[in-house]
């Protein structure tokens, strides 16, 4: 068989059913014949995206994957690539390749040799005969340990290159691995005998699927749980030891219990040290729990090390631990003291979150948008900048894999890709994308990509004509030259490209527009609804 039918029917072997992309890449051919549906994008960064949130609403157990033309598609997809690797997200990426003969002579461009940097392997396709070994290869990356971009380029000299029949290829492998059970009794006896214990979940409990298993451990010895923005509805935030979620803005009892924490267990993250993440508190006797052991004590200084699954290493500590103790601890309380927390805390920020004010305080927009729909069935992400820190504080998740949160790289315009690929995955859900006026202008051509591909996502955009959040450090370009601005009718423009388009000025419209997107969405019809907002720029930091 050809080269391209045989990446394909390992493509379908391997339960991929959709494969984003932007021609020419003679893959795209190949998989419509397989019966995997191509969808094309309007630029190959937001085609990455799609795959991305595939991977990241199955906990990667459908792989997401994306293909492209050679030389400036791949350079274009670049971005989308490196924000896979940031956040940790498996994604099989397909750039065609220039000729074998030319591969390495310049200024052609390598995309196997440019993005191995930042991809967990990366191999171009030489001889035909071989596609079975690299893709089985490039498989096992994807489906096992710590998630991350990989990347197998096809040369375009290979297209008519015969592969060896039949083709000898099995779905590769799933497997996982646990930590060492002298540290998770040294883990569990810290955590039984801790005064002030607080757990950080990170994303890595979506995908061990561990969400059971965290809440066992919580309930069982009364501890606080704070995710990070990417571990965000692994633990509902509406239980009584929920402290929230945390990126660069977090609830007030997130900073409070961590400072107050005499243990931190963190369970499936890496600890990264970002701008967009919550800061740990020096001094803290740290438990570290990841499925690479080049996190630990890569940011903190680790006590414990747990190596593995996060969903093996919580089953082995509930075992340990119960065998001292056998009944949930009285988490009363502590309970009590989180609640006063966020009670004290929502008291001051409740006249944003509840102003009549025009034009509209995006707080409003978004207490009223979590209050609109159905939470249980909703999927939400939130742009880089003002959206992701308006929303993540106060959006309560509470069904696992609900909100696709993220930070440690923040691209403008990531969050409609992640909404529409997650609609693709889940269609039943109420997939929704948070942005502004200014991430719009880097991805929203694409809004036309969710009408010609009939994916019906809810886009909330929230337009104050500002780059807002550079007002204050870009005071005099802006008084001599307006660089701070930026316009248009976004609204209209989703009309335009033949979607649904309202632009929402006064605060009684808030709930009636999304109630009318929601209905829209229900019927096949994407929905972009533009809300007039204030130039907003206080966020819930730590100490605020």
Request: glycine share 8%.
């Amino acid at each position: 068989m050809k080269l391209g039918t045989a990446i394909a029917e390992i493509m379908r072997r391997e339960g991929i059913e959709i494969l984003c992309g932007y021609p020419v890449n003679h893959l795209i051919e190949h998989a419509a014949k397989a019966e995997i549906r191509p969808v094309m994008v309007r630029q190959e960064r937001v085609g990455v995206h799609m795959a991305d949130a595939i991977s990241r609403v199955t906990s990667g157990r459908t792989i997401g994957a994306f293909c492209m033309q050679h030389g400036p598609g791949a350079e274009n997809a670049m971005g989308g690539v490196a924000q896979c690797y940031g956040e940790s997200v498996p994604v099989l990426v397909l750039p065609m390749g220039y000729q074998r003969r030319l591969a390495h002579i310049e200024p052609n461009f390598n995309s196997s040799e440019a993005m191995k940097p930042f991809s967990k392997s990366s191999e171009p396709i030489i001889l035909a005969a071989e596609v079975a070994n690299i893709f089985r290869r490039a498989f096992t990356k994807l489906k096992n340990g710590r998630g991350g971009p990989v990347i197998v380029e096809i040369p375009a000299d290979m297209w008519n290159e015969e592969v060896p029949e039949p083709l000898n290829y099995t779905p590769v492998l799933r497997t996982r691995y646990g930590a060492d059970p002298l540290h998770v009794k040294e883990a569990a006896a810290l955590l039984v005998n801790a005064k002030r214990p607080v757990i950080y979940a990170g994303q890595g409990v979506h995908y061990a699927q561990a969400w059971p298993q965290l809440k066992r451990l919580a309930e069982r010895l009364a501890i606080p749980i704070t995710t990070s923005l990417g571990g965000k509805s692994s633990f509902p935030e509406t239980h009584p030891l929920s402290l929230g979620s945390g990126g660069l803005a977090v609830p007030r009892a997130v900073p409070k219990f961590l400072a107050d924490a005499d243990v931190i267990f963190g369970i499936g993250c890496s600890f990264t040290e970002t701008s967009f993440g919550i800061a740990m508190p020096k001094g803290k006797t740290i438990i570290h729990s990841t499925l690479d052991p080049n996190h630990l004590n890569k940011d903190v200084e680790a006590r414990i090390g747990l190596v593995g699954d996060a969903g093996l290493v919580l089953d082995a500590l509930l075992e340990e631990i119960g065998k001292t103790v056998t009944a949930d601890r009285d988490a009363s309380a502590v309970a009590a003291e989180i609640a006063a927390s966020h009670k004290e805390w929502l008291a001051k920020w409740m006249p944003k979150l509840t102003s009549n004010d025009a034009p509209l305080n995006p707080y409003r927009v978004l207490w009223d948008l979590q209050h609109t729909v159905d939470i249980d069935n909703t999927i939400i992400t939130h742009d880089a900048g003002s959206p992701r820190d308006q929303l993540s504080p106060f959006w309560k998740a509470v069904t696992p894999l609900s909100y696709l949160g993220w930070g440690k790289t923040t691209q403008l315009g990531y969050g409609l890709g992640l909404a529409m690929g997650a609609k693709l995955a889940k269609p039943d859900k109420l997939c929704i994308n948070v942005w502004g006026d200014a991430a719009i202008g880097f991805t929203g051509m694409d809004f036309e990509t969710a009408v010609r591909e009939r994916i019906p996502i809810m886009s909330i955009l929230l337009n104050n004509f500002s780059m807002a959040i550079e007002l204050k450090v870009m005071p005099i370009s802006t008084e001599k030259y307006r660089s701070t601005d930026i316009s248009g009718d976004y609204a209209a423009v989703a009309r335009a490209f033949g979607g649904y388009g309202e632009r929402v000025t006064r605060p009684d419209d808030i709930i009636p527009a999304i109630k009318r997107g929601i209905q829209k969405t229900q019927e096949g019809v994407p929905v972009l609804l533009e809300f007039i907002t204030s130039k907003e720029t206080e966020v819930s930091r730590p100490g605020t």
